[in-house]
């Protein structure tokens, strides 16, 4: 067989993309400053109130986001499946996904801003301006704007495969509407909640850039302290501790989230 | 019922409009007259003007377009047939290098940024236009394969028998029989991984050097300076093109059956 040889590039990035990288990582987090071998990092990590303090809010943020990403977007989703021209709709849906996302959260800079849209309409509501931009506020909200097409996704795929006998069947045996949402189709959709969950709660541990463009510096997220390690005090041995425990925090987040078979 | 449906639909306009705004912000501003995005004096194509006279950003697009290109057509490459060789695999081995495979997808882009980083300073590499290559074409192999394996695992092999049978060789089997089916996997992959580059910020801004930069880095960089409706007028013409993606993404892809759910754009 000739033809194994091609496959060669494919294999040779599985080693040095995917396992050598993260074992570097994994081995990088367990060097100081001047590059002794040290558990260190880890202890001062789990020991200091900061870094804890950092993750927790960090885990909050993301929760939030995600939950609200999921209360805006399963009505969506479920509408979407009602309507003639489906693929249309979640098309126009999913288009604001292809403009870069740096271009969506400098509008936000413009949106939020002192002179911007939002403070000219509550001036005009006579509440007046006030400080949203550089707040966790607006941090929360730019971030559930970029994500609501991750979400509506995999709960339009879940909820379009669902069998409308189900729900016919369930109404003619006598549940009401709330009871045929509960009992039948929230139930036969959650594999797509968890695979919307999955696709939110990650990035929003991580999205550095928002955090600086919109966090102002008041939003601190795992993946922030990432950055601000690895690029601004240039200590890699911290910055690889936070990302190996932001490898353990989506590892975990997959195994809640993974696909279940009922 | 009737009504129920109404005020769904109701909604999802809302959703929708709440989901453009912010573009149509964009857009809008960007024929301003004025310096920023807070007032509207006047129509203006000044802006572009602007834009299209700043060699630095135009170089920097023509950069990123070109990254994107070459970075996706190396994955593809190297996908495709990684995807061939996965099906060959046997269940068990399969699913571990699946499991792999899958990694750089569900990551968040500062590990895959910082791990990269370690790695090419390790390996003693300079930061620059090849870091940046390497690491886009690493981040989207994967999807590629996940777009061309399904097609691959669903082909009927008696059509390989047949070929087989009636004398092809290997090579005229790939050429003939198995790329031709595969087609529409290989083309999602290739846009996936186009835009895949050509959105990313978090891995570039990682493992890019001082002499090379992409669109997102640049932005990123004068949108912490300030507004500037320079930005705005590339934002219009960024939008533009989305559109035009997303229109040749669905014209090539309407006449073929083969492609399943997976081709979903996300």
Redesign the interface.
């Known amino acids: 067989m000739t033809?194994?040889i091609?496959?060669v590039?494919?294999?040779l990035?599985?080693v040095?993309?995917?396992?050598?990288?993260?074992a570097?990582?994994l081995w990088?987090s367990f060097f100081d400053l001047n590059g002794h071998f040290t558990l260190n990092n880890y202890i001062l990590y789990f020991s200091s109130g900061t870094y804890l303090l950092m993750t927790w809010n960090s885990i909050l943020y993301a929760l939030i986001i995600t939950v609200a990403t999921l209360v805006?977007s399963y009505?969506?989703a479920?509408?979407?499946t009602?309507?003639k021209m489906k693929q249309f709709?979640l098309?126009?849906?999913?288009?604001?996904?292809?403009?870069?996302?740096?271009?969506?959260?400098?509008?936000?800079?413009?949106?939020f801003?002192k002179?911007?849209?939002v403070n000219?309409f509550l001036q005009f509501l006579g509440i007046g301006r006030t400080q949203i931009l550089f707040t966790d506020l607006s941090f929360i909200l730019v971030a559930s704007?970029i994500s609501?097409?991750?979400m509506v996704?995999p709960i339009f795929?879940a909820l379009n495969d669902l069998d409308d006998n189900l729900v016919n069947a369930s109404r003619d045996l006598g549940a009401s509407a709330f009871q045929t949402f509960t009992q039948v189709i929230w139930p036969l959709s959650l594999n797509g909640v968890r695979a919307g969950v999955?696709?939110v709660f990650?990035?929003s541990?991580?999205l550095?850039?928002l955090t600086?463009?919109i966090g102002g510096n008041k939003v601190i997220t795992?993946?922030t302290a990432?950055?601000e390690h690895?690029?601004t005090t240039q200590n890699?041995g911290m910055?690889?501790t936070i990302?190996v425990v932001?490898?353990v925090a989506?590892l975990i987040v997959?195994r809640m989230t993974k696909e279940r078979r009922d | 019922m009737q009504k129920k449906n109404s005020l769904g639909k109701v909604y999802l306009t809302f959703v929708l409009i709440l989901l453009y705004a912010p573009i149509f912000y964009l857009i809008f501003y960007s024929f301003n007259a004025g310096s920023d995005m807070s007032k509207f004096t006047g129509f203006t194509l000044d802006n572009f003007k602007t834009l299209f006279a700043d060699s630095r950003l135009i170089l920097i697009v023509v950069q990123t377009f070109f990254l994107a290109f070459l970075s996706s057509l190396i994955a593809t490459v190297i996908g495709t047939i990684g995807a061939i060789n996965l099906v060959k695999l046997k269940r068990r081995r399969r699913e571990t290098l699946l499991g792999l495979n899958n990694v750089l997808m569900v990551s968040p882009d500062v590990v895959i940024g910082a791990s990269f980083l370690i790695l090419f300073t390790i390996v003693g590499m300079k930061l620059g236009f090849i870091s940046v290559l390497l690491s886009h074409i690493a981040f989207s192999i994967p999807i590629v394969v996940l777009m061309v394996m399904p097609l691959y695992q669903e082909m009927d092999s008696s059509l390989i028998d047949a070929a087989n049978d009636l004398g092809a060789n290997s090579s005229q089997i790939m050429r003939e029989i198995i790329l031709p089916y595969l087609t529409p996997g290989i083309i999602a992959g290739f846009f996936m991984a186009f835009t895949y580059s050509l959105d990313d910020f978090a891995v570039t801004f990682f493992v890019t050097g001082n002499d090379f930069t992409t669109l997102s880095v640049e932005i990123y960089s004068r949108a912490r300076a300030g507004i500037s409706l320079e930005i705005n007028a590339l934002s219009t013409l960024v939008f533009l093109f989305s559109i035009l993606l997303v229109v040749g993404y669905y014209y090539i892809m309407k006449n073929s059956e083969t492609v399943g759910k997976s081709s979903n754009l996300t």
């Open positions: 033809k194994r091609y496959s590039p494919y294999f990035w599985i040095f993309f995917v396992i050598v990288p993260l570097m990582l990088q805006i009505p969506v479920y509408v979407l009602k309507l709709w098309m126009l849906i999913i288009l604001p996904t292809w403009v870069n996302l740096l271009l969506k959260a400098y509008a936000f800079i413009g949106i801003g002179y911007g849209s000219n704007y609501i097409p991750f996704l795929n999955q696709a990650i990035p541990l991580s550095f850039m600086r463009l795992l993946g990432v950055e690895f690029l890699w910055g690889s990302a932001l490898v989506m997959m």
